[in-house]
DNA sequence: CAGAATCCAAGCCGATACTG
DNA sequence: CAGTATCGGCTTGGATTCTG
């Protein structure tokens, strides 16, 4: 079966999980656990508020992430990944292993990035 | 074996292959075969010369694209993947694999990314 | 032919303040 | 608690011109 017209899958990709911030917050609901508003903003350091509701309306939109609020007071939002969002991880893999080679040109890599959950497994190598 | 420092490979693949213009010009050159300046600039559309030298320069400079200068008059550049860029292919053939699912959503990225040479997996499919 | 230099525009992102 | 509104800067990329 063909498709005839032209299109960019790659291209899409990359602006689905583009973005200074989409992939912090990929990363720290890999577990596929629920995670609160606040908790992930604490789990992605210097992120604004702006910046976290911008990319989770984002990543909400093209279904990798959930959200589920419930009307309690105060009010409690959770995001998690949904399955679709889990199959994203297993590429992100493939990339991160390809990325790996270029660790030790760019140790200054380490300060800002310490809170990616990929990092365990390229430590590990 | 393990790495002490906390890096993020993920991140640093992701400024490598990020920007407007790379992923075009790595798609360009999937094939292998050498390709010259005004060829790649032929075969991506709308890219000013500031902005392919800057990507050939950034691509080489990670050992994704191998430059070979002749000095012949005018003077002849060639530009093709080494191996480490080959491998990166298979990558982002992940990649482009996971983003076809979204591509109904999008047929507005089918103008401008006709140029994108993993379009025919995709549309065999 | 294969770029480099310069200047300019747009959009992404940050800081701060405010709200249901 | 979980956001939104607004403003402003800075980075990225575009247009044009020039050169070995």
Redesign the interface.
């Known amino acids: 079966?063909?498709?005839?017209?032209?299109?960019?899958?790659?291209?899409?990709?990359?602006d689905?999980?583009?973005g200074k911030w989409r992939?912090s917050i990929i990363?720290l609901l890999k577990d596929g656990r629920p995670m609160r508003y606040n908790q992930i903003k604490r789990g992605v350091p210097g992120i604004t508020n702006v910046m976290l509701s911008q990319s989770l309306k984002h990543l909400e939109e093209?279904g990798i992430l959930h959200r589920e609020q419930y009307n309690e007071v105060p009010v409690r939002v959770e995001y998690q990944l949904t399955d679709?969002g889990k199959?994203?991880l297993?590429?992100?893999s493939?990339?991160?292993?390809?990325?790996?080679?270029?660790?030790d040109r760019?140790?200054e890599?380490?300060s800002h990035?310490?809170e990616?959950l990929?990092?365990e497994a390229?430590?590990?190598?």
């Open positions: 079966m063909k498709n005839q017209v032209e299109i960019c899958p790659l291209r899409l990709a990359m689905i999980i583009g992939l990363c093209y679709n199959t994203l297993n590429v992100l493939g990339l991160s292993d390809w990325g790996n080679q270029y660790i760019h140790q890599y380490q990035c310490a990616c990929f990092r390229a430590e590990s190598k």
